[in-house]
């Protein structure tokens, strides 16, 4: 789909906002591996650590950079193809720099550690449950026990068990996040072409945003995974409505979501208008809801069984 009211940038605009993004991108990959969330590091303010200017001045830059380069492009890339190479050359280099922009990776391998040992993190913090890598955790989250879903704590005992160790599991976690970004890529062309949305837009806006590389892929935030099985799940529903078995598909996607991190709720009561085939009433929205509904119900109590035999073996 084009967009006839906004013409693609010239190549030339185009070839200096995707050089524009790389340098930022590299530039807050080397801020990562000078004051990032390193398993070792002591000093509790990036401006106190042993680079902290120069730190600071590379995020502030890369920053500057990568979020200019980013809206210069708002109405439109190129092409949807030209949007998704940069979109991942860009993340390229956050791809192999030190977790960035907080340490919640760390906690995830305690809680997937504390998991894989038998130990109920829904229970327990994970100093209590007695993770060898709890100094990497941040202190504010070492006594609190898991807010995420049973799918994700399942992911992260096997990221542990998997990476061997505590870069490996990172590594894993890193990997699991990357398969979610993916995972939504795939699916961004066909929910922007149902919304009558110029795909090229929508995959730049999308895709390209500084929060995808620093927050997603760098962070390795478990957030990526549960927008890629959102928007799958809204893609099944979207092009499928009124159909029992997509919507039991659409919901199992959508409550593997949820069973990943609760905030995803949110999108529950919007999906079940969306699954309904022609006109809103009451018969209608308990036909089609309630099969959406029956699969988001099967996939969290799967999860949930699963979760609480692997805890008591």
Known sequence: ?????????????????????????????????????????????????????????????????????????????????????????WALPLLVTAPSGSRDVYS???????????????????????CPWVDAVAPIWRDTPAPYGPFFLLLAALAVTVGGGLVGAVVALRLIAVAGVLLAALCLVGLARAAGVPPRRAA??????????????????????????????????????GRPRPLLVAGALLGLAVAVKAVALVVLPFAALAAVLGRYTVRTLWRDAGWLTAGVLAALAATALLSLSIIHI
């Open 1 to 89: 789909m084009t967009d006839p009211g906004v013409p693609p940038p010239s190549p030339r605009a185009a070839r200096l906002v995707r050089y524009a993004g790389l340098t930022g991108a590299v530039l807050l990959a080397v801020a990562g591996w000078l004051g990032g969330a390193l398993p070792g590091a002591t000093a509790t303010r990036v401006w106190h650590a042993e680079h902290g200017l120069l730190t600071v001045a590379l995020w502030l830059v890369g920053t500057g950079l990568l979020t200019g380069a980013w809206w210069a492009l708002r109405r439109g890339a190129p092409s949807t193809r030209w949007a998704y190479l940069t979109a991942g050359l």
């Open 108 to 130: 995830y391998t305690c809680q997937g550690w504390a998991y894989a040992h038998g130990v109920d993190p829904y229970a327990t913090g994970v100093a209590a449950a007695g």
């Open 204 to 241: 730049w806006l999308a895709l390209a945003g500084p929060l995808v590389g620093v927050h997603l892929v760098a962070g390795a935030h478990n957030d990526a995974l549960m927008l890629g099985l959102l928007l799958l799940g809204l893609l099944v529903l979207v092009r499928c409505p």
